[in-house]
């Protein structure tokens, strides 16, 4: 597919500076330039370069399609939509306005007695069982374990207590006491 | 003459600052000439980074709408064409972007369906050699390009794909005139190692 036979330059200039010539021109070097008005075979290279660009310009132009509408433009100027742009004072007033809703919120949601911001004493694990008990300990404020340990059951206790009492005086009248009855 | 005729001028670069001048001052007739001047040569750099004449004509219009809309924050109006051109590079970044999130859903595959690889075929009459060709091309610029760094890419497109100069290319690129230049001589050094390469060209043209 190569075919063509291609140029050599002399190599009084570097190829990086003659290249720097074919892709921009206007922008050579004097001494360059000078060289290349007087050397035919650096000056049929740097063309050389310069002719496989146009042509990569060519095919480019040649290769992409035709725009096939043409661009609309309203008869009237619109108004200019300016878009959103934060900036950095908005930036931070959003931020302060942010804290002060946690800091509220912190403080309102704290619960009662508790200091906000420190931990309101340890967390409950288990709630023990004492509601069937409270009688017992209207009656005698010891707990059932220790009455247990005593030999004696709830019950027991219950029945010692009812005997210290006495008799219900409702359901069983007092005896008559005699006059002469020892009381000591 | 159109009504948006402007004073006789010298150069092109100097009829463009004045219609610019005038499409600043919202004349909709000044920058229709603007447009007809320049819709080509977006296109082609459009097209060159899309590679779908749906999207790249898509795009086009976008950029002179937005360019439009946005006459009056033109400060230079000697600076028309860069400043065109870096409305197009946005646009076509953005696009590229959105599209690459896109496919990472696949959601571009109703997009794909509409606008089936005939979208970029030739016009009626042209041969199948034309396509082979056109094909050929666009592979071996693809190929080119691949070995290219990324500004080294920009800066050989928009040389040699839209013909703007170097200063405009500063411009475009946000960059200082050497910079570019030692990105393009770079390229073209790669251009000039590319002996197979250029003699496609040169054969094709």
Known sequence: MNSRKEKEPCGAVSLDLLTEAAAHPEGTLEPVREHLESCPACRAWVDQIAGDLASLTTMAARFTPALSRSVRIPDKSPARVIPFRPRPVLALALAAALVLTLAVHWFTAAPPGATPGLPSGPETVAVAETSGEETIYADNILPPVYLEIAGEDAQDAEEDFSEYQGADADSEPWPDLDPGTDMS | ?205
């Open chain 2, 1 to 205: 003459m159109p009504e948006a005729a402007v004073e006789k001028t010298d150069t092109p670069e100097d009829r463009v600052a004045a219609l610019a001048r005038r499409a600043g001052e919202k004349n909709p007739r000044a920058f229709e000439e603007l447009c007809g001047m320049f819709s080509a040569r977006v296109f082609r750099m459009v097209y060159f980074r899309v590679r779908s004449k749906m999207d790249a004509e898509d795009l086009t219009q976008e950029i002179f709408m937005a360019a439009f809309r946005s006459m009056d924050r033109l400060k230079d109006p000697e600076k028309f064409a860069p400043w065109l051109f870096s409305i197009a590079k946005n646009k076509v970044a953005d696009h590229l972007r959105k599209k690459k999130i896109t496919s990472l859903f696949f959601l571009n595959r109703a997009r794909e369906d509409e606008a089936p690889e005939e979208d970029n075929a030739p016009a009626e009459g042209q041969d199948a050699l034309e396509e082979v060709l056109r094909r050929e091309f666009w592979e071996k610029v693809d190929g080119f390009t691949a070995g290219l760094s990324r500004m080294e890419k920009e800066v050989f497109s928009l040389r040699f794909f839209s013909g703007l100069g170097l200063k405009e290319i500063a411009q475009v690129t946000k960059k200082d005139e050497s910079t570019v230049k030692t990105h393009l001589y770079r390229a073209v050094a790669k251009f000039r190692d590319r002996e197979d390469l250029r003699a496609f060209f040169k054969e094709n043209a």
